[in-house]
């Protein structure tokens, strides 16, 4: 019943690929060309923190900047679902990651700006 559900998590070792997957069940309400969504992550005794962003038709993304050049967002809203393919991963890589939902916003890393969760899915790196 979750509006959005994440999956593919699991252990990997340093270097490794993994991707993410988080199907949506519903969207959040408003201006279909202005809603966001979006990967978060906590780690162990840290804040959640951003990950990357996707507009509604995927022309637009943001990534935060310990990812930017290893991680990749995109959706197939056909599919409803949106995805986080994951390269060069590292220790600090180890988080569990959440799917988020947002309207307009004009700081889409702003955890704040947005208002549906998934429930998340733990990615394990190992040195």
């Known amino acids: 019943q979750a509006p959005l559900v994440e999956s593919g998590g699991g252990s990997v070792q340093v270097g490794g690929p993994l991707r993410l997957s988080c199907t949506i069940s519903?969207?959040?309400?408003?201006?279909?060309?202005?809603?966001?969504m979006a990967w978060f992550r906590q780690g162990p005794g840290t804040e959640r923190s951003f990950v990357a962003s996707?507009?509604?038709?995927?022309?637009?993304?943001e990534y935060g900047d310990s990812v930017k050049d290893r991680f990749t967002i995109s959706r197939d809203n056909a599919k409803k679902a949106i995805y986080l393919q994951m390269s060069s991963l590292e220790p600090e890589d180890t988080a569990v990651y959440y799917c988020?939902?947002?309207?307009?916003?004009?700081?889409?890393?702003?955890?704040?700006?947005?208002?549906?969760w998934g429930q998340g899915t733990q990615v394990t790196v190992s040195p």
């Open positions: 996707i507009n509604w038709n995927g022309r637009s993304t």
């Open positions: 519903r969207d959040f309400p408003g201006t279909a060309k202005r809603y966001r």
């Open positions: 988020a939902s947002g309207g307009y916003s004009e700081s889409p890393g702003d955890a704040n700006e947005y208002d549906v």
